[in-house]
C-alpha cells in the first residue's frame, strides 16, 4: 500500500498457525490455491531464499493429500530488487520460478503470476498500487514484463517437471456503457482478453489492440517473442465478482463528484453495473462461454467472493456452483470453483489502498482466537460431499438479482420466526431482515398464551431458527441501565419447541446479569452474578436455553444503541441535549454500550455459522454514563455549548464514590466496531435534533 508491504498471512495469522491446513483438510477438497510466494521465500537477494515456512506448509498438504496450485506473485510487484515494472523482471522471475520446481519437483500446478491484467490496470492506468502509474505506457509495460515472465517461468518450470501445469487467473470482467461512450466500452472489452491473448500468441499485426501497443511505447520485437513462444493456459481460472461488470455513464450530474473521470475525449462515470438499473448485465454464464468458445481452454472460477452479508455470501457462492453445473450441462469443460480467499482478506474494500484492518471474512473467521468456521465452510463441504439438503437461504435471490428466483422459477422462503414484547424490537429486526433478504415473522409473545399456540405457530410456519428477544423496561429514570428486564414470558415454550423440533434458537440477554464488583470487562466464561430482579431473571432464562439446548446460542449485549427508536433511553438523552434540558444520570457505572444495528447483524451471521452458546456484542469501548452523555453531545456540535463545564461537574460528583462496571468484552471474537465508530452511526441514523445545548 503506497509504497509498503503488508502481508496477508501475517494478518489473518495463517504465518503462526499450520494446524490451519487441518481445518482446511476437514472440508474435503482436494485442491487448492497456495502462496509460494517470491518477495516472502527471497525478500532481499535472488540467493538468498528461506524455504522453512514452505518447506513446512506444502509438505503438511501433501500429507493430507491436498493438491496445491502454487501461487509465485499474487498482485504483489515482486521483491524491492526486482520489481515488475523493471526490464530484468521476467528473467528473474523466470529464476525464481525455477528454483521453486527443484525444491519441490513433484508441485505440477502452477499459477506464476495472478491476474496479471488486472494488476496492470491498478499498477500501471489508475495508480492505485506501486509504481502507481497513470497512463497506457505504464500499463502496457507492466502487462508485458508479467506476461513474459510467466512464459519464461512455465519454461524454466516445465525443463524441470514436464507435466507441469499453468493455471492462469483473470478477472472475468465486461463493460457496459451509454451510447456516446460506446467506443470507450469496446475498447476495454477488447483489452480485457489481451494477457490470454499474448499467452496464446494472438497479438499480430492483425490484432485489434496493435496499432494501441505501439502508441503505448511496446516494440514489435516485444510482441513477436509472444507469437513465437506461445505459452497457452491449460486451465483459464476466470474471477468474477460483482464488481467486474463496469458501466460508463457520460451523464454525470447523477453521480458524486468523485466518481467523474474520463479520457482525452469525454467526461464519464465508470460504477458497477449491477448498480445501474438500465444496463444489462451479461453475468458469469454468458461470460464464461464466451471465454470458452474464445479460447477452447478448460475453465474454472477461481475466485467466487461478495463481501456482503453471510446469506449473501452464501448465495453468490451456490450461484457460482450452480453456473458450473449448467456450463457442464451445456458441452464446456468446467472443472472448479474457488471460495477466495479461505481465510478471509483484509482491506479489499479500498483495494488495497488504505490501511485499516477491515477484514472480510470468507470460509473462517480469523477473529476468534482460532479461526472459526462459517457458513460458506458448511456449504463448501456439503457440496464436496454432494449433499442436497442446503441451507433455505441458499436458494433465494441475491440482492443483485432484484427479488428474482435465479432460474427464473418461483420460490418459497423460510422464515425466520422472532418472538418479541417490545414492538420497537421487533421493527428492528424486520427492518434488517428486510434488508438483508431474509423472510421474517415478527410474532408478539403476548398473542400465544399457551404451549400449544407455540406449537401450533411453529408447525404452521416451519422456521428455520427462532429468535427469542428480550424485553426493555419501562423508560424511567430509575430503570435507564437496562434494556432488557425478562425474557418473553412464554420462553419455556419456546425451547421446547425449538427442542422438539431440533429448530435453532437465538436468545438474548444483556450485561445485567453481572454485578459490576469484577473491576474490568467480563467475558463469555464469567459467572453470572446478577444484582437485581432483572439481572436475576435473565440469569435464570439463559440457564434454561443452555441446558436444554447444547447449541443454542446465547447474545449478551450492554445498553442499546437503537436508532429506530429514538425516544428509548439514550434517545431521550439526546432530546434533552437538544432542548436544553438538564441530564440526570443514574450513577457511576461504566458500561458497554451496543449499537443495536450491528448487533442484529452480527447476531445473525452468528446463526447462520451454527455458532453457539454464550458471545458478547457490545461496541469497543467502556464508559461512564457521564462520558457516553459526552461523546453524544460532541456528535451534535454540543462541545461548543457547555457540555465541557457540565462533564466536569459529573467528575466532581463522582469522586470518591465507589465506581462498579458491567462493560463486556469478548474472548471469543471482537466483532463489533469501536465506540466512537458506533456513535456516529448511531447518530447519522437517527432523527436529527435542531439544536444541542447543555
Known sequence: ??????????????????????????????????????????????????????????????QKGINPIAGLLHHGSGPRYCTFDQPDFPETFARFARQVAERYPWLTLYNPINEPLTTARFAGLYGFWYPHGTDDRAFCRILLNQCKGIVLAMREIRQVNPDAQLIQTEDLGMTHSTEPLRYQAEF??????????LLCGKVGRQHPLWNYLMRSGVEPEELDFFHAHPCPPDMLGMDYYLTSERFLDHDTDKYPSHLVGGNDWHTY????????????????????????????????????????????????????????????AKGVDFRAVTAWAMLGSYDWNSL?????????PGLFDVRSPEPRPTALATLVRQLVGRETDLHPVVAEPGWWQHAKPPDGGQITKKTLLVFTDNASMGRAFALVCEQRGLACRVVSADSLKTAGDTHSLVLSLRPWAIIAVCEP????????????????????????????????????????????????????SDLVCPAGVAGESLAMAEKLVSDTLARALIVRTGILLNPWHPDALIGANF????????????????????????????SLDLLLDEAYGIWHLANVGEVSWADLARKMAHQTGGEKTGIEDWYRRQQEKSLGKTTLSTAMSSEKAILMSSLDEAIASYWRLLPQPAACLV
Not at 25 to 33: F, H, M, Q, V
Not at 352 to 360: A, P, S, V
Not at 575 to 602: G, K, T
Open 575 to 602: 432530546q434533552n441535549l437538544s432542548h436544553n434540558h438538564p441530564l440526570e444520570l443514574p450513577d457511576h457505572r461504566r458500561i458497554s454500550p451496543a449499537y443495536l444495528p450491528e448487533v442484529i447483524h452480527h
Open 473 to 524: 423496561v419501562a423508560h424511567t429514570s430509575s430503570a435507564w441501565q437496562l434494556h432488557g428486564a425478562a425474557q418473553p414470558h412464554n420462553l419455556t415454550h419456546l425451547v421446547t419447541v425449538c427442542q422438539h423440533h431440533d429448530i435453532p434458537l437465538l436468545a438474548f440477554s444483556n450485561d445485567s446479569v453481572f454485578d459490576g464488583a469484577k473491576g474490568k470487562p467480563y467475558t463469555e
Open 269 to 328: 462515470v465508470d460504477v458497477e453495473a449491477v448498480r445501474v438499473p438500465e444496463a444489462k448485465m451479461a453475468g458469469a454464464e454468458n461470460l464464461l462461454t464466451e471465454a470458452w468458445q474464445r479460447y477452447g481452454i478448460p475453465l474454472a472460477v477461481t475466485e467466487a467472493h461478495l463481501g456482503c452479508t453471510r446469506e449473501e455470501q452464501l448465495r453468490w457462492f451456490y450461484q457460482s456452483y450452480q453456473t458450473g453445473q449448467r456450463l457442464l
Open 352 to 360: 488495497l489502498t488504505r490501511d485499516t484492518n477491515h477484514y472480510e
Open 1 to 62: 500500500m503506497g509504497d509498503a508491504y503488508h502481508d496477508q498471512l501475517l494478518k489473518n495469522g495463517h504465518q503462526t498457525r499450520p494446524d490451519d491446513l487441518e481445518a482446511i483438510a476437514r472440508l474435503g477438497i482436494k485442491t487448492i490455491r497456495y502462496p509460494v510466494v517470491w518477495e516472502r521465500i527471497a525478500p532481499d537477494h535472488p540467493g538468498q531464499p528461506d524455504w522453512r515456512w514452505t518447506d513446512e506448509r506444502l509438505g503438511l498438504l501433501r
Open 188 to 197: 476495454e472489452n477488447r483489452r480485457r482478453w489481451l494477457g490470454f491473448d
